[in-house]
């Protein structure tokens, strides 16, 4: 039986734990409203902006009209992972990375043999991870979710979309969890460049293709303009959906964790009862036994 003074060490303990992730749990459930709000009214317009991209970029009579809508042979690979900068958020990093590489052994895994292969991580668990695992971080950065906006993401893109224009990667891909509810996270992976067309029905595609397009005030200027446009708004997607299930992810976690803590907290008080119990029943035997030997 343990010892009495250790079980209340530790219920006092489990006590301490147990107001720290219920406290925990309340932060991020009101933090995921916000950024819940947040991802659920961008969704339709970067969705509706992104449809409208594709079919522009599939109506192109040449693919080389726009540098973001050629293919190249993907020689060098830049993938972003859009991890937190904190823990205590469940599997929702590690599950990045794993995407990541999962997707590197699979379908480059020429390119990684070359030295080709580079990871630009946004956010610093997923960085930290990586770095772990002996990968070469080419760049980092954990500031932009301290003020989530699309101004501040803006430069972040238009540098990537730069540097894909002058040909230092040849295809950048984004890793992320996007938000479906608090308590699921769907990791996705997105060609953020070049430019792909929807995959879905062929009949669609097709009529796509084939559709009379009337540009104003001409394919040139509504090419120039939208198509920039649409990848800074699918790049802030992706952000808005990782913050907010990064938050719904700590909020489960730590729910988690308060329940752990009760059931423990049970158990531990069920302990402790009983060596008291036992520890009284000792003494009453103990008096018992003097007395007896007294009257002997």
């Known amino acids: 039986m343990a010892n009495l003074k250790e079980v209340r060490t530790r219920i006092t303990s489990v006590k301490s734990t147990m107001q720290i992730t219920s406290a925990m749990k309340m932060v991020a459930a009101a933090k995921l409203r916000k950024a819940q709000n947040a991802v659920t009214t961008m969704r339709p317009y970067a969705a509706k902006l992104q449809e409208i991209m594709q079919d522009l970029s599939a109506s192109l009579e040449d693919s080389n009209e726009n540098v973001f809508t050629t293919a190249r042979q993907p020689e060098k690979v830049l993938f972003i992972t859009i991890t937190s900068n904190r823990g205590l ?73 730069q540097e894909y224009a002058k040909g230092k990667y040849d295809k950048i891909i984004l890793v992320y969890n996007q938000f479906k509810n608090a308590a699921v996270q769907v990791l996705q ?89 036992a520890a009284i029943t000792n003494e009453i035997l103990e008096i018992v036994s003097g007395a007896e030997a007294l009257k002997g």
Not at 211 to 238: C, H, M, N, R, V
Not at 257 to 274: G, H, M, Q, V
């Open 89 to 161: 958020c469940g599997a929702f990093n590690v599950n990045v990375v794993k995407k990541a590489v999962r997707q590197i052994d699979e379908q480059f895994a020429s390119q990684q043999e070359k030295g080709n292969i580079s990871f630009f991580c946004v956010g610093k668990k997923g960085a930290d991870i990586l770095k772990s695992r002996g990968y070469e971080i080419k760049e980092k950065e954990t500031a932009i979710f301290d003020k989530l906006n699309f101004e501040n993401v803006v430069p972040l893109a238009e540098k990537l979309m």
């Open 189 to 277: 992976t997105e060609q953020f460049l070049p430019i792909v067309e929807s995959a879905g029905d062929e009949t669609i595609q097709k009529e796509h293709k084939h559709a009379d397009y009337i540009f104003e005030p001409g394919k040139k200027e509504i090419i120039t303009e939208l198509i920039p446009k649409s990848l800074k708004i699918q790049f802030y997607k992706a952000l808005l959906d990782s913050f907010a299930a990064e938050h719904g992810a700590r909020m489960t976690a730590m729910h988690q964790a308060t329940d752990n803590a009760t059931e423990l907290l049970k158990d531990l008080k069920l302990t402790y009862n009983k060596a008291r119990q």
